[in-house]
T-cell receptor, first 116, second 112 residues
Framework: NAGVTQTPKFQVLKTGQSMTLQCAQD?????MYWYRQDPGMGLRLIYY???????DKGEVPNGYNVSRLNKREFSLRLESAAPSQTSVYFC???????????????FGNGTRLTVT | DAKTTQPPSMDCAEGRAANLPCNHS???????VYWYRQIHSQGPQYIIH???NNETNEMASLIITEDRKSSTLILPHATLRDTAVYYC?????????????FGKGTKLTVNP
């Protein structure tokens, strides 16, 4: 049981290049999230997916797209990277929510992205 | 916008209890209070959560006021390894938006 796995761990891009950050979870969780964290800042929500087949914008969605490929995988795509997107990106997942089994978020270890 | 307010930083002596406050004055009846911490640049780690009763686990205790407008995370015997940023968030237990928002948290420094 690996939990939440993010790839790659590190990436350097030039301005204008594109890339996809991958996230997979093996806990059969319904909900998945992408956050970014800049130095000295808290976590800011980019996009989330409450269930397979649905995605919604978070606080800072501009410049990103997401795909909930299946229940396990939730990818984040930068179509044209900008220096302002230099950040650490965290993926998280969460299980079923109800009054009996409220489920915490489980986070991956992050992808450190630098855009030059 | 974050639904919680936390002090930006706190200090604690090693071996003493660390009491981290969180204000969530607009919390609704079906929202849980969750606490996470982030050590260095690792992914945030779940600590504890509660609805209205006080909770305790092997990591910490959570005290929620009777009106549920604030809570306190207690690390009973803080160690140097507890130095981290601690986040308090509220989350609905049923339906509603999954737009979970973290604020900037409280940076706890445990001093020797």
């Amino acid at each position: 049981n690996a939990g939440v796995t993010q790839t790659p761990k590190f990436q350097v891009l030039k301005t204008g290049q594109s890339m996809t950050l991958q996230c997979a979870q093996d806990m059969n969780h319904n909900s998945m999230y992408w956050y970014r964290q800049d130095p000295g800042m808290g976590l800011r929500l980019i996009y989330y997916s409450a269930s397979e087949g649905t995605t919604d914008k978070g606080e800072v969605p501009n410049g990103y797209n997401v795909s909930r490929l299946n229940k396990r995988e939730f990818s984040l795509r930068l179509e044209s990277a900008a220096p302002s997107q230099t950040s650490v990106y965290f993926c998280a997942s969460s299980g079923q929510r109800d009054s009996l089994r409220n489920s915490p978020l489980h986070f991956g270890n992050g992808t450190r992205l630098t855009v030059t | 916008d974050a639904k919680t307010t936390q002090p930006p930083s706190m200090d604690c002596a090693e071996g003493r209890a660390a009491n981290l406050p969180c204000n969530h004055s607009t919390i609704s009846g079906n929202e849980y209070v969750y606490w996470y911490r982030q050590i260095h640049s690792q992914g945030p780690q779940y600590i504890i959560h509660g609805l209205k009763n006080n909770e305790t686990n092997e990591m910490a205790s959570l005290i929620i006021t009777e009106d549920r407008k604030s809570s306190t995370l207690i690390l009973p015997h803080a160690t140097l390894r507890d130095t981290a940023v601690y986040y308090c968030i509220v989350r609905s237990s049923q339906g509603g938006s999954e737009k979970l928002v973290f604020g900037k948290g409280t940076k706890l420094t445990v001093n020797p």
